[in-house]
């Protein structure tokens, strides 16, 4: 009677260990599928676009609901690369990578260095001064926008690139603030410890603070980059020739609602323009997951 009891006892918890695995499996699976689920109807948009790249324009929307195109052409990436005004896409990618590069630069220059002054030294009027810098990262650009064409205007800037790139250089609010989250992270110990040496504050952030916000820097850069890429209301804003237009106003060129509308050509150009972007997100997803996940050394 007692072995009985002992093999109930023993054979009762593994059935019940089983169980709990398979619902632990079960919800794994539920769980997954749900995701991928999401993550489909999020990106359906996309393929959408990639695969009406390479059908037929009277087909592009007559066979709206299907990915699969009847006819698989790939004349759209040609006829897309040619252009327009007399300037291909050659053009307008070499002006999109010139002013995404020198913003993003200026960027990655600027904001760390502003982010140090208010992270670890002390100066008059600190807080209305970082107040003041939030209150800019809060404000939409359509607040800020005829003021600051004005600006530009009696600079004399307004057709060239200088109001896409320069501001830039003074640095950007959101980055200023990320990079003060990671600094804040770092142990003071390690700023007393290099006073003792003999550094100052210029050698503590080259030799101490830079090093360690590597992954944030890189994060950064990330974000300047694709903002400054997918910039289409400023850059409409102060470039108005055809040979100074970046990708995202000259995809705008081939909607005309005046006539018809070379889809497919937009499309596959459209196809093109996200390619940089996947590719620096493929490459620094380890930078960009570390730069936001972690907030520096702890000590």
């Keep these: 009677m007692d072995t009985t009891q002992r093999t109930s006892a023993v054979t009762v918890p593994k059935s019940q260990r089983l169980s709990y695995r398979t619902r632990k499996t079960i919800g794994r699976v539920l769980y997954h599928i749900f995701v991928i689920l999401i993550g489909f109807v999020m990106i359906y948009p996309l393929i959408w676009m990639v695969a009406s790249s390479f059908k037929p324009p009277n087909e ?9 195109p009847n006819e698989f052409v790939t004349y759209n990436y040609p006829n897309g690369w040619k252009g327009f005004a007399g300037y291909s896409f050659s053009n307008f990618f070499k002006n999109s990578f010139v002013i995404s590069g020198i913003a993003t630069l200026g960027s990655l220059i600027s904001s760390p260095f502003i982010a140090f002054g208010f992270a670890r030294l002390r100066f008059k009027g600190k807080k209305l001064w970082f107040s003041m810098m939030l209150l800019t990262m809060m404000l939409p650009f359509q607040i800020i926008m005829i003021p600051q064409y004005i600006i530009y205007h009696n600079l004399g800037w307004v057709g060239t690139i200088l109001p896409l790139v320069i501001p830039n250089f003074f640095g950007g609010a959101f980055f200023i603030f990320l990079i003060i989250q990671f600094i804040d992270g770092i142990p003071r110990e390690l700023d007393e410890a290099a006073k003792i040496d003999g550094c ?15 992954p944030a820097i890189v994060t950064c850069g990330i974000f300047s980059f694709m903002w400054k890429w997918d910039d289409f209301l400023a850059s409409l804003l102060y470039l108005n020739a055809p ?26 150009m459209a196809t093109l323009s996200i390619l940089p972007i996947m590719l620096i997100f ?18």
Aim: charged share 15%; with cysteine.
């Design 60 to 68: 592009i929307f007559n066979n709206a609901k299907s990915l699969i």
């Design 200 to 214: 100052s504050w210029y050698g503590i952030y080259t030799r101490i603070i830079l090093p360690l916000i590597v």
């Design 243 to 268: 040979r100074q237009y970046t990708v995202s106003i000259a995809l705008k060129m081939f909607s005309d609602p005046n006539s018809g509308s070379d889809w497919g050509s937009m499309f596959a």
């Design 282 to 299: 493929i490459f620094c997803q380890k930078y960009l997951v570390e730069g936001i996940s972690t907030e520096g050394l702890k000590g």
